[in-house]
């Protein structure tokens, strides 16, 4: 049987050329960077090589971007970074119900550390409403967090309307652009933001390996202490394979991406309108018109999301339920419930994310299989018969 994959948005699989890019720096181009023999300075030069397109991608300058071990430690870097440098001016931070926990939890964390933080809400299709980040910042705010794209849902975020209330205030926005960076063409001076973090296991690129964009001028302290690599800011010895293969996804993402970001639109809506039209109670979750041009989420209801989805994974079909990280978990996704979301349409619900090697016949299949797969289990579910 062969594997349709539709879990872009939990992880990409590498691309071939990102691959073959990285494999030298294993064996032959082993230096350390920070070395100045000849072979750690090929290490430095492929590595101020990756840092030139990651900067051409999202068009910031070379100096502003500090590469970290993912996602995850860039927002950490980020929240932390900016709170404990700025704790002078105030202790209050802005952010949403929305976040990746990479987020909520570093600002968990940080109230325990006298921080206040503000969790603003979002309407019903996950859009966060930069009046209501207005009207939270107060004199104490240091930093705002929200989100570019939602991973679970796709919604992308008025970053540039809430960047122009941030700037009015004179406190730093910070965007997670995980999903975003590689998809949608992206440029932090026409957002406006002074932070911003990407993972490259989103963008075709390693895992283990990410960015921590920060504008020039930014107040930031460093959390990992030790040497002096990435102009201070984040100490260690490079991960040099990890890095060109962020460099090299990087550059095939600013010349594929357009055209890419409009064929998975077309296959998005065709599952969308396909599960809609097919399929009974189904309904789309996340902003109908802005969001990723990959992210499938339909609530489905009385059929169990992870039910549904381990009989598509019978077929060879891989998808998830809300997310990744909460697929283990019993709680429903904390983004679906932000959406007002009762917890038996959260857990009813389906996330497929498209990608560079999805095909029209792939979509085709799972439309062909997931009514059968609802019928199947509604005609077993008690929630249906007390529905009627
Ligand atoms: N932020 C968002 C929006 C994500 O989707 C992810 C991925 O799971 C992360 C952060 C974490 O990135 P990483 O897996 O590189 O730590």
Request: charged share 20%; with cysteine.
């Amino acid at each position: 049987m062969k594997r349709i994959y539709l879990d872009y948005a939990a992880t990409t699989p590498t691309h071939p050329d990102v691959v073959k890019a990285m494999l030298p720096y294993f064996s032959d181009s082993f230096g350390n960077p920070s070395s100045i023999y000849a072979c750690g300075q090929e290490a430095k030069e492929a590595i101020e090589g990756a840092r030139a397109s990651v900067a051409a991608l999202i068009g910031a300058h070379e100096d502003e971007i500090a590469f970290t071990s993912g996602g995850t430690e860039a927002d950490n870097a980020a929240l932390k970074g900016v709170a404990y440098a700025n704790s002078d001016k105030g202790n209050h931070i802005i952010t949403s119900s929305i976040e990746h926990h990479a987020i909520l939890e570093t600002g968990h964390y940080l109230e325990t550390q006298g921080f206040q933080v503000t969790i603003l809400p979002v309407d019903k299709d996950g859009m966060v409403d930069p009046d209501d980040v207005r009207r939270a910042i107060t004199d104490k705010t240091i930093i705002v967090s929200i989100m570019n794209a939602n991973n679970e849902i796709g919604t992308i975020q008025p970053i540039v309307e809430i960047a122009r209330v941030t700037r009015d205030a004179g406190v730093y926005l910070h965007t997670d652009a995980v999903q975003m960076v590689g998809h949608i063409p992206l440029d932090v001076d026409e957002l406006g933001v002074d932070l911003l973090s990407i993972s490259a296991h989103k963008l075709y690129g390693p895992k283990g390996v990410g960015v921590l964009y920060t504008r020039k001028g930014t107040k930031l302290v460093s959390f990992m202490h030790g040497g002096e690599q990435e102009f201070g800011r984040r100490a260690g010895t490079h991960n040099v394979p990890g890095i060109v293969g962020l460099g090299k996804a990087a550059q095939i993402a600013q010349q594929e991406m357009d055209e890419e970001a409009e064929r998975v639109t077309r296959l998005r809506d065709k599952l969308i309108n396909g599960v809609l039209e097919n399929i009974d109670h189904a309904r789309l979750n996340g902003h109908p018109q802005t969001r990723l041009p990959n992210n499938v989420n339909v609530s489905i209801s009385y059929a169990e999301g992870e039910a549904m989805c381990l009989n598509l994974d019978r077929e060879g079909i891989c998808c998830s339920t809300g997310s990744a990280c909460s697929s283990a978990a019993t709680e429903p996704s904390h983004v679906l419930q932000a959406l007002g979301l009762d917890p038996l349409q959260a857990h009813s619900s389906l996330r497929f994310s498209l990608g560079k090697w999805t095909t029209e016949e792939e979509i085709d299949r799972v439309l062909d299989v997931l009514p059968r797969i609802v019928s199947k289990l509604r005609a077993m579910s008690p929630l249906l018969k007390s529905h009627h």
